[in-house]
């Protein structure tokens, strides 16, 4: 049977505890961290991760892991 969008979106926040969009985001910053950690700057993780702007994603960035990309990719070398 098929899925309403409305209870897809109730059943999987019930299982993973994000919004399909707060998990979308996540999964970003994840991959801009692996990105960052691997010596890309951080307009090009930005970009690879799939933010097209680059204060928002410094914005997003900070709020989810508690450091600027810059920081991060600093702690990291």
């Known amino acids: ?30 991959q801009a961290r ?4 691997h010596g890309r700057s951080v307009q090009q993780a930005g970009e690879a991760a799939g933010f097209t702007d680059n204060s928002h994603f410094i914005r997003t960035f900070h709020r989810i ?3 600027t990309p810059g920081q991060y990719a600093k702690e990291q070398r």
């Open 65 to 67: 892991t508690g450091q």
């Open 1 to 30: 049977a098929a899925l309403s969008k409305s209870s897809l979106s109730h059943r999987f926040k019930a299982a993973t505890g994000f919004s399909v969009t707060e998990y979308i985001i996540h999964c970003r910053v994840q």
């Open 34 to 37: 692996i990105l960052l950690s």
